[in-house]
C-alpha cells in the first residue's frame, strides 16, 4: 500500500519553501504520495494551523504521515516532535498545531532530535520533512526520537450556559469564505444572537435568500454564521474571539 504525506504549512506557493519540503520527501521517500492540504494558513496563526489539522487528519487512511508546519518560534527552544494518534502519524513544532491529535486516548509523541547542520530557520526542510519521510517507510516513531510527556496542548474554549438557559459561545475561526465558526454544538433549531441581531439556525445556506445574513449547524457540526453568496464577517464586522450566543428552542 503507497504510504500518503499530507503538508499543511503557512509557507505560501510563491518562494520555493513548499517545494524543498517535497523535495526532501521525494528524496527520502520516493514511493510515498504527496498531498497539499493548505500553504495559505495566515502568516504564524497556529490556532488557524490547528483547527484546519481538526478537519482532516482523521479522515486519512491509517498509516498517513501529517506534516504540520506552522512555527513562528523555529529555532528557539521549542520541542520538535513526531506522534501517533489513532494509527495516524503527525509532524510539526511543539506550540499546539498538533492537539487535535494529542487529545485522543493513547496518542504518543516524542521529541525530534534537531541535526547540528539545520537551518535554525527552516526546520519544515531540514528537522520535520526528513522525520516525516522516515515514518513513511515504516521506521518506528521510538527510533526517531525521546519520550515527549508533557507536549503543548491548545484546546477550543468551551462554551458556558447562563443562569437563564442561554448558551454563550466564541467565534473560533473565520472560513475563507468570511463564514464565522463558532465552538457551539447544536442540533437544528434554536436562535443565534451576534451583533444586535437573532438569527433563526437553519438547515443550510439555501434557506436564505442572496445577500441575507444566516446561522446554521456546519459540516463540522457546529454552529456558524454565514452570508449567502457574501462574506459574514465583512457584513457584521465580527472576528474570531467575539462571543456569540445561543437560545435553544
Same mark, same amino acid.
Given at each position: 500500500?503507497?504510504?500518503?504525506?499530507?503538508?499543511?504549512?503557512?509557507?505560501?506557493?510563491?518562494?520555493?519553501?513548499?517545494? !524543498?519540503?517535497?523535495?526532501?520527501?521525494?528524496?527520502?521517500?520516493?514511493?510515498?504520495?504527496?498531498?497539499?492540504?493548505?500553504?495559505?494558513?495566515?502568516?504564524?496563526?497556529? !490556532?488557524?494551523?490547528?483547527?484546519?489539522?481538526?478537519?482532516?487528519?482523521?479522515?486519512?487512511?491509517?498509516?498517513?504521515?501529517?506534516?504540520?508546519?506552522? +512555527?513562528?518560534?523555529?529555532? @528557539? @527552544?521549542? %520541542?520538535?516532535?513526531?506522534?501517533?494518534?489513532?494509527?495516524?502519524?503527525?509532524?510539526?513544532?511543539?506550540?499546539?498545531?498538533? $492537539?487535535?491529535?494529542?487529545?485522543?486516548? =493513547?496518542?504518543?509523541?516524542?521529541?525530534?532530535?534537531?541535526?547540528?547542520?539545520?537551518?535554525?530557520?527552516?526546520?519544515?526542510?531540514?528537522?520535520?520533512?526528513?522525520?516525516?519521510?522516515?515514518?513513511?517507510?515504516?521506521?518506528?516513531?521510538?527510533?526517531?526520537? /525521546?519520550?515527549?510527556? +508533557?507536549?503543548?496542548?491548545?484546546?477550543?474554549?468551551?462554551?458556558?450556559?447562563? /443562569? +437563564?438557559?442561554?448558551?454563550?459561545? #466564541?467565534?473560533? #475561526?473565520?472560513?475563507?469564505?468570511?463564514?464565522?465558526? /463558532?465552538?457551539?454544538?447544536?442540533?437544528?433549531? =434554536? #436562535?443565534?444572537?451576534?451583533?444586535?441581531?437573532?438569527?433563526?439556525?437553519?438547515? /443550510?445556506?439555501?434557506?436564505?435568500?442572496?445577500? !441575507?445574513?444566516?446561522?446554521?449547524?456546519?459540516? $463540522?457540526?457546529?454552529?456558524?454564521?454565514?452570508?449567502?453568496?457574501? %462574506?459574514? #464577517? !465583512?457584513?457584521?464586522?465580527?472576528?474570531? =474571539?467575539? %462571543?456569540?450566543?445561543?437560545?435553544? $428552542?
Amino acid at each position: 500500500m503507497t504510504r500518503i504525506i499530507t503538508l499543511l504549512s503557512d509557507f505560501g506557493t510563491a518562494d520555493g519553501y513548499v517545494g !524543498e519540503m517535497k523535495g526532501v520527501l521525494a528524496a527520502n521517500a520516493p514511493d510515498c504520495a504527496l498531498i497539499d492540504i493548505a500553504h495559505d494558513v495566515a502568516p504564524h496563526d497556529v !490556532e488557524a494551523g490547528r483547527l484546519a489539522l481538526a478537519r482532516y487528519w482523521h479522515r486519512f487512511p491509517v498509516g498517513t504521515v501529517h506534516l504540520a508546519v506552522v +512555527d513562528p518560534g523555529v529555532g @528557539s @527552544s521549542r %520541542s520538535a516532535l513526531a506522534m501517533e494518534s489513532e494509527g495516524r502519524f503527525l509532524v510539526g513544532p511543539d506550540n499546539g498545531i498538533l $492537539s487535535p491529535a494529542m487529545l485522543h486516548p =493513547g496518542a504518543r509523541c516524542v521529541a525530534l532530535a534537531i541535526p547540528a547542520a539545520a537551518a535554525p530557520t527552516f526546520h519544515g526542510r531540514d528537522v520535520f520533512a526528513p522525520a516525516a519521510a522516515k515514518l513513511a517507510q515504516g521506521v518506528a516513531l521510538d527510533a526517531l526520537g /525521546t519520550v515527549c510527556t +508533557d507536549p503543548i496542548v491548545r484546546r477550543t474554549p468551551e462554551a458556558t450556559r447562563r /443562569t +437563564d438557559g442561554a448558551i454563550v459561545g #466564541t467565534i473560533i #475561526t473565520v472560513d475563507r469564505f468570511g463564514n464565522l465558526v /463558532t465552538n457551539l454544538v447544536a442540533r437544528h433549531g =434554536g #436562535t443565534l444572537e451576534l451583533a444586535g441581531r437573532s438569527l433563526p439556525v437553519r438547515r /443550510t445556506y439555501g434557506d436564505v435568500a442572496t445577500g !441575507e445574513v444566516v446561522a446554521l449547524v456546519g459540516s $463540522s457540526g457546529l454552529v456558524e454564521i454565514a452570508v449567502r453568496d457574501g %462574506s459574514a #464577517t !465583512e457584513e457584521l464586522g465580527a472576528k474570531r =474571539g467575539d %462571543s456569540v450566543v445561543l437560545r435553544v $428552542s
